[in-house]
């Protein structure tokens, strides 16, 4: 793409469309919509894949997984009013993913604002609080600027989304102006006495742990963390959906630190002396409702946004440094002796393979947890899954074992509807590699018309439906909290898989467990987007816990 280095008459759409690709922008996801027509117009003769949703939520999320996957900001246009309401589900997830996405929505024209005009919304104000920035490009001769910002703004220190509003007049306005140039985020590095300072607090431990989680990894970085953990035998947990960021095969992976996480490795971060908490921001759910870490261990913050470190836990060292910078400045340390705490990490990988390695009963034919093994033992390391939120979700962090960078797409923020669309947004990406993504049934229903999207486009991803007719994590918390109280919970579903056929997708059902493999293999071999319909039994509603099994109170 060549910039515009010199004035040239051009609409303010064309200047957008040119803007995006100035940031090499290769792919949007949108809903299309008559409040941005000239921005779709411009898009027609542009290097620019488009994919169009069925529901701006779903067009949202598919951008925020391609923001996860690639680092830079996935780009999402939706109309204005209703189209933007749609997509602040997705917007929520970015946010509390730190996830770089830039939402450009249509706004009615400038001379109605302030009237209550159709459709008319207060972009700033409504999204002001969730978002990095939130902001109108009134002017037309702005445009470039406004673009630049957006990317910088989202990729920068904590990633985040972005809100652009387009006035529908401002974009046909023709305009000269220059193109901004290429925008890269700052990797802020570590200072050379606060790594000193590491080397030093670890030299003197005896029992500690290293978290690995957030956002603005690389393949490269990943390896450096790794090889460090490796030289200085640490044992390893990833945050919560974060456990692509270490391979869950090597021998010094203690486990993951999300729901349902096991409480051995519950008890040894507790116990521990020293927590080194890599690039992550250690949510609610990572530090069990922030009860993981009550200052009696040293904690060494290593995070890209100095506003993050010592906001929500004490830090004995807060090191201000992207994931990138850090492990690359981790990657020249050295152990200056045989480290002490080597049987201990052994121990906890002892403790991770004893939770993990093996199935667990479930009432009922159908077995998750065997499911789960056969995927891990069957999909290739590449592999992606992508899931949304529900109890069914705790089968795939107990179970599976991601090995690659960029293989679990799944959201921190535990939104409902996130699978199937992240699926078909990365299958955009990735053409060449296997797309599952993992769905209850309430969480399928929520964004399910965008296996119409995958239909569309001829992207064979593959959906599990796991279907036990419920909203199972309600019904289990409602069991645990108001034993008796059975409300809010059952759900009446569809033949799901006849509803993929009749949308032109493969479609089969599973009800035993020795049925998944065939079905699965069916699905691959069909070349279609497929769906595997699932049932189990409502009763076995989360590993090892069965709702009859519930002591009453």
């Excluded at 090191?319 to 990490?345: G, K, V, Y």
Aim: neutral net charge; aromatic residues 8%.
């Amino acid at each position: 793409m060549t910039l515009h280095t010199q004035l040239a008459a051009r609409t303010a759409a064309r200047v957008l469309v040119d803007q995006l690709l100035a940031q090499k922008v290769d792919h949007i996801f949108c809903v299309p919509g008559e409040s941005y027509l000239p921005v779709l117009a411009a898009l027609t003769d542009a290097n620019i894949a488009v994919t169009v949703c069925r529901q701006e939520g779903g067009a949202a999320m598919m951008a925020e997984a391609y923001g996860k996957a690639t680092g830079r900001p996935g780009v999402c246009f939706v109309t204005r009013g209703p189209g933007a309401m749609n997509a602040a589900a997705g917007l929520h997830v970015a946010q509390q993913d730190s996830t770089p996405l830039i939402l450009f929505v249509g706004q009615v024209p400038r001379r109605f604002l302030g009237r209550d005009a159709l459709q008319e919304v207060n972009y700033v104000a409504m999204f002001g609080s969730m978002t990095k920035w939130a902001a109108q490009v009134d002017d037309a001769k702005q445009m470039p600027q406004f673009v630049a910002e957006a990317f910088t703004a989202s990729m920068s220190e904590r990633p985040g989304p972005v809100v652009l509003a387009l006035p529908r007049d401002m974009l046909a306005e023709t305009v000269d102006c220059r193109d901004a140039g290429f925008v890269e985020p700052a990797e802020t590095a570590p200072d050379k006495d606060r790594i000193a300072a590491l080397e030093d607090m670890l030299g003197r431990a005896q029992r500690p742990i290293l978290f690995i989680g957030g956002s603005r990894w690389d393949e490269t970085s990943r390896a450096q963390i790794a090889a460090f953990a490796e030289r200085f035998a640490l044992p390893v947990a990833t945050t919560y959906r974060r456990a692509p960021l270490f391979d869950q095969t090597r021998p010094n992976y203690a486990g993951d630190l999300g729901l349902s996480a096991n409480s051995k490795l519950v008890a040894r971060v507790k116990a521990s002396d020293l927590v080194i908490a890599a690039g992550t921001r250690l949510n609610q759910t990572t530090t069990q409702d922030y009860s993981l870490l009550d200052g009696s261990q040293p904690l060494i913050h290593a995070y890209p946004d100095a506003y993050e470190l010592g906001r929500v836990f004490r830090t004995a060292l807060a090191i201000h440094a992207s994931p990138r910078a850090f492990a690359a400045a981790l990657d020249t340390l050295r152990p200056r002796a045989e480290p002490c705490w080597r049987h201990e990490t052994q121990a906890a990988n002892a403790e991770y393979r004893a939770f993990s390695d093996n199935p667990l009963p479930q009432p009922g034919d159908m077995n998750l947890s065997r499911m789960m093994i056969w995927l891990r033992e069957n999909l290739a390391d590449d592999a992606i899954i992508a899931n949304g939120a529900g109890g069914f979700a705790a089968w795939i962090h107990r179970f599976y074992r991601f090995r690659r960078f960029n293989t679990h797409f799944a959201p921190v923020s535990q939104s409902m509807g996130y699978g199937v669309p992240a699926a078909v947004g990365l299958k955009r990406l990735y053409p060449a590699r296997r797309v599952v993504s993992i769905s209850g049934d309430g969480d399928f229903l929520m964004t399910g018309q965008e296996f119409l999207t995958a239909v569309h486009h001829r992207l064979p991803v593959i959906s599990l439906v796991l279907d036990n007719g419920m909203y199972g994590s309600v019904r289990l918390g409602m069991a645990r909290a108001y034993p008796g109280h059975q409300i809010g919970y059952a759900l009446s579903n569809p033949d799901f898989a006849l509803w993929a056929r009749s949308c032109g997708g493969f479609g089969i059902t599973v009800t035993r467990t020795e049925e998944f493999p065939d079905a699965f293999h069916a699905a691959e071999a069909s070349g279609l987007p497929a769906l595997v319909h699932v049932k189990y039994d409502p009763d076995g509603v989360a590993p090892g816990v069965t709702l009859s099994g519930l002591a009453p109170g």
